[in-house]
T-cell receptor
Framework: DTGVSQNPRHKITKRGQNVTFRCDPI?????LYWYRQTLGQGPEFLTY????????KSRLLSDRFSAERPKGSFSTLEIQRTEQGDSAMYLC???????????FGSGTRLTVV | GQQLNQSPQSMFIQEGEDVSMNCTSS?????WLWYKQDPGEGPVLLIA?????ELTSNGRLTAQFGITRKDSFLNISASIPSDVGIYFC?????????????FGKGTLLTVNP
């Protein structure tokens, strides 16, 4: 069990550019989550996959955001036409069937300049 | 949407003191979780509570799931410098459908050696 892995750890991008983050969950976990965390706040749910199916999306996830989990293993989160308000820590978590506790990765810190 | 009210927002204590923090909600949760987050890292699970009234310990940490299912508390006994960090409560009430978590805003704990 190597834990949840996220890459990159840090990303600085110019406003208007597209960025993509990757998450590798714990191998036996079939559920994968993306959260966003801004300074002074707790993580906020963005979207959830069970295997390869994206089953729920928060209204926080605007049309510029897209997430995929093509083979039910790793996941990517893409943000198109980034805005300064997208600056945040993007956290990935995973869990297994029947276990509510999410295990989190170390996150990707996005800064949009 | 659902909100978790976590208090206090911050605490400054001396090493060796006991600490108590709590979380309340207007909604019922099926699961309460307590996480600790260090700067630049993702939240790490401390204690998971699955049943109303449950009292669970993990070393110097003790947490309880409120009888009404709308609150939880976390106690830390005999604090040490490495207890410094942000503590988050999180609730889950999906009924097993997705296990997405709702987080409080966190309690920042500072321990003076």
């Amino acid at each position: 069990d190597t834990g949840v892995s996220q890459n990159p750890r840090h990303k600085i991008t110019k406003r208007g550019q597209n960025v993509t983050f990757r998450c590798d969950p714990i191998s036996e976990h079939n559920r994968l989550y993306w959260y966003r965390q801004t300074l002074g706040q707790g993580p906020e749910f963005l979207t959830y996959f069970q295997n390869e199916a994206q089953l729920e999306k928060s209204r926080l996830l605007s049309d510029r955001f897209s997430a995929e989990r093509p083979k039910g293993s790793f996941s990517t989160l893409e943000i198109q036409r980034t805005e300064q308000g997208d600056s945040a820590m993007y956290l990935c978590a995973s869990s297994r069937q029947g276990a509510p506790a999410n295990t989190f990765g170390s996150g990707t810190r996005l800064t949009v300049v | 949407g659902q909100q978790l009210n976590q208090s206090p927002q911050s605490m400054f204590i001396q090493e060796g003191e006991d600490v108590s923090m709590n979380c309340t909600s207007s909604s019922i949760f099926n699961t309460w979780l307590w996480y600790k987050q260090d700067p630049g890292e993702g939240p790490v699970l401390l204690i998971a509570l699955y049943k109303a009234g449950e009292l669970t310990s993990n070393g110097r940490l003790t947490a309880q799931f409120g009888i009404t299912r709308k609150d939880s508390f976390l106690n830390i006994s005999a604090s040490i410098p490495s207890d410094v960090g942000i503590y988050f409560c999180a609730g889950e009430n999906s009924g097993g459908s997705n296990y997405k978590l709702t987080f409080g805003k966190g309690t920042l704990l500072t321990v003076n050696p």
